[in-house]
């Protein structure tokens, strides 16, 4: 299908960096995006939207009148959108139809799911509506549920792209395959019924199979977005992924908001309930900054929120070993994570780590950090770890970041069941901590565990141990 339409064109700024903070706002009509400055480490300021005139009739796109699989249907469609900055609307599957000596005949099964087999790749520029419907992954699938179409296996490099944005609306539903061929990090052997090799195994129906790689990678994550400038995740549930729900590499200038995860850490596979490990929600990789995540619900099996800026040695980008799309930084400082606004966050961690979870090591500095809100929803059967955790003293990481390397964080307003409500593992300077209630009781609110020789000019306000046990 060729497209016929004119693009309305909008000069954006974008001030990369970790000066002042950022937050991209982008009209709901159209995904037309400006970028506003907010203070970095002051109270968010919620920017005033500009109005924007609504996508022209053509420049919609509906996979419904595409043929082919259904991954083929949703991607050509996005092919199309791509040429012309249009919007790809995906509403309740129909079946194709084929035409044959005048009769429309269809070709699939009745069911108004879609099952991809593949990937969605969505290119710049292109808004993707997921309206009322479910997207699940096939059996068959060991693919990312979307993934920027600026990357993929053994890709090399990443151009950076920019202006994707992802909306769902009403019950827009993302949900794993009932039968995963990998689950788990590129650290997780795969294991099933009759083969479980030695280490932290996570269930894969690939394991044993030697034509297939034996540990999970980067195409178990859910929603992977690579070098991504201008970007919006929001108004989706997102069932039983293979790992992380929602992986973030470098990404800047965006927003991830009314996301609800449903992982318990692994579910019934053929009557046998098999594990899923690193079942995060949203994880922020080195380089994110200038990002906004807000109204975060729901149930993972690891952490619920991860930011995380890891090092690793530079290396061709998409390799299937790795769960990381992109290879190593040859300048440390370029994966800083900075500029970033969390708040109202409900949920919790079915396997016991952690709600919010803050880590950077071997030389990447996390700064200008605010988190605003947050309520642990456990049942009484679960306790995590920590409701909040800031670095880590284990060797594996790196151990305890030197002071200076994790600073401005603010966290207030922090509601915990957890084992301790605020667990700072490594360094923390110029920081604030307010209005933290431990429901727990058994530790205090606060704990620095590597020493208050590593925390400096940090501030504890109103941080106790409530009398009574919450009753939900």
């Known amino acids: 299908m060729r497209c016929f339409c004119s693009l309305l064109l909008v000069t954006i700024f974008f001030i990369q960096g970790c000066g002042p903070m950022q937050h991209t706002v982008t009209d709901e009509a159209q995904g037309v995006a400006f970028v506003s400055e907010q203070p970095a480490v002051d109270t968010p300021v919620v920017p005033q939207r500009e109005v924007q005139e609504a996508p022209a009739p053509h420049s919609v796109f509906d996979p419904n009148n595409y043929s082919g699989t259904d991954s083929e249907r949703i991607n050509a469609a996005m092919k199309d959108a791509g040429t012309c900055g249009g919007t790809v609307r995906i509403g309740k599957r129909r079946n194709a139809v084929q035409i044959s000596g005048g009769n429309a ?5 009745e069911r108004d799911m879609w099952v991809l087999d593949s990937a969605i790749l969505v290119p710049g520029n292109v808004h993707l509506i997921i309206d009322n419907c479910t997207i699940k992954l096939a059996n068959s699938c060991r ?5 920027s179409a600026n ?6 490099t990443v151009p950076t792209i920019k202006n994707i944005r992802i909306t769902g609306i009403g019950n827009a539903v993302l949900e794993g395959a009932d039968i995963p061929r990998s689950t788990g990090d590129s650290g997780k052997p795969q294991a099933k019924p009759g083969f479980v090799p030695e280490g932290p195994v996570s269930f894969g129906s690939d394991a044993g199979i030697a034509s297939e790689f034996q540990k999970g990678d980067w195409r178990n994550v859910g929603i992977l977005l690579a070098k991504v400038d201008n970007f919006a995740i929001e108004g989706l549930t997102i069932r039983d992924s293979h790992c992380w729900a929602i992986s973030l590499e470098s990404c800047i200038n965006g927003r991830v908001r009314d996301i609800e995860f449903a992982s318990r850490n692994g579910k019934m596979v053929n009557g046998k309930w098999e594990l899923f490990r690193n079942q995060d929600g949203l994880d922020l990789r080195r380089g994110c900054r200038n990002i906004l995540i807000e109204n975060i619900s729901g149930v993972t099996g690891d952490d619920l ?3 995380t ?3 690793t040695k530079p290396r061709p980008a998409g390799q299937l070993n790795s769960t990381a799309m992109l290879g190593g930084d040859e300048k440390v400082s370029d994966g800083d994570v900075c500029n970033i606004i969390i708040r109202n966050v409900r949920g919790y961690c ?4 952690h709600i919010v979870r803050f880590l950077n090591t071997k030389g990447i500095k996390m700064y200008n950090i605010i988190l605003d809100g947050l309520i642990d929803t456990s049942p009484a059967d679960v306790v995590d770890r920590a409701a909040v955790k800031i670095g880590d003293n284990n060797k594996n990481w790196g151990g305890v970041t030197p002071l200076g390397d994790t600073y401005g964080f603010h966290i207030s307003n922090i509601h915990s069941r957890a084992r ?3 667990l ?7 920081s604030t901590i307010t209005n933290v209630i431990n429901f727990n009781g058994t530790t205090a609110p606060v704990v620095f565990a590597a020493g208050e020789n590593y925390a400096k000019n940090v501030s504890i306000v109103n941080a106790f141990n409530a009398t009574l046990r919450d009753s939900k």
Do not use: K, Q, W, Y
Request: charged share 15%; hydrophobic share 40%.
């Open 105 to 109: 005949i269809s070709t699939l099964e």
């Open 151 to 156: 990357c993929g296996p053994d890709c090399g």
């Open 143 to 147: 693919d990312n549920f979307i993934r």
């Open 309 to 311: 800026a890891i090092p």
């Open 350 to 353: 079915a396997g016991g780590h």
């Open 424 to 430: 700072v593992a490594g360094s923390l300077m110029d």
């Open 305 to 307: 929120i991860a930011l």
């Open 420 to 422: 301790t409500p605020i």
